[in-house]
DNA sequence: TTTAATATATCGTACATCCGATATGTTGGG
DNA sequence: CCCAACATATCGGATGTACGATATATTAAA
């Protein structure tokens, strides 16, 4: 998402931001969510530094309950979810499109 | 493509991949086609590096004609993009089939 | 309480992506 | 032939993604 406007970086930031826009999770629900789609659990060192990226640049706030810190879209980054889903349809439309 | 395993890391190599699938192109041709889905072309410096690699890794082979350098798939590379679709596909599902 | 498990977080290192600048070779127009 | 346009290619520097290792705090289990 730090590519707002036309490179590929910032695709897991993406997809953590599209994550968090069908429901607020912590970071260890995430990754696991992550790993349900991709076969692979990203670590700690990955997960958590996109996620202060995130809340860096507004677009994610926070809600800490005991050990665990509950990650929600902040209207900039539900906007910022519609920009980036559109370059992103546009992009890939067919690599999903013809199957296999 | 160099993440044949699990990370965000080698989206562009999986888009030149992909492009290079579908039609056999020269660099040039792989930026302008780069520029129409994503709106910005991808500069000297970034495609000449991903074409490097790909080639090095035995994904794509070359053919030179005058000043052009036409890029097309190997079978080697043909069976990496298969294996990469896949992932690509479990992973972003949905983002690209809620329509907006 | 001690121990284990979980969630969070940072560090160092490596590599992919990206740009602008720069350079070389080919081609076509003047 | 000379020059502009194009295709190719590399370099330096910045940022994003990734892992393993490490550290701390909270919670649950023993």
Known sequence: MRGDCCDMRGMLSFLVLFLLSKKPMNGSEIAREIERRKGAKPSPGTIYPALKGLRE????KEKKSGKTVTYSLTS?????????????CATFTDVLGNGK
């Open 57 to 60: 640049m507004g677009f994610v």
């Open 76 to 88: 900039k980054g539900k906007d910022a979810l519609r920009l980036a889903k559109q370059r992103f």
